[in-house]
């Protein structure tokens, strides 16, 4: 609340007229002032209170969120891991198949070579 005597001075200065320290205007003013303050401070309690409800709701929504991206990329890594343990089990069978597909491969030339050189050394 503004000093009695400044809401005196203001009045006297802008208006010309000239209260009196027991005037019903101040008593008026203090009345206002008071209600004023105790409804601020009501206003900010649940100002304080909401925001903290919506704090709370964002930090769940948060938590869920964050918890299904977790939960998601933990299954991606998983699948990842497995699908690379596949793949190292498949290698050596493929490197078998293809080293036996070499052996095969280098045998027919082989025999192919010696039916040739036979075939060149008898005509």
Do not use: C, W
Request: net charge neutral.
């Amino acid at each position: 609340m503004i000093d009695q005597d400044e809401i005196i001075r203001i009045v006297a200065q802008e208006y010309g007229l000239l209260l009196d320290k027991n005037d019903p205007i101040l008593a008026f003013l203090a009345v206002h002032d008071t209600l004023s303050e105790a409804r601020r401070k009501e206003l900010a309690a649940d100002i304080r209170r909401i925001t903290g409800e919506y704090q709370e709701r964002a930090k769940g929504m948060a938590e869920t969120i964050v918890g299904d991206a977790v939960q998601k990329i933990a299954a991606e890594g998983a699948s990842l891991q497995n699908e690379m343990r596949r793949l190292r089990q498949q290698q050596p069978t493929d490197t078998r198949r293809l080293i036996g597909t070499i052996k095969l491969a280098s045998g027919i030339v082989s025999a192919a070579l010696i039916i040739a050189a036979f075939t060149m050394a008898f005509f």
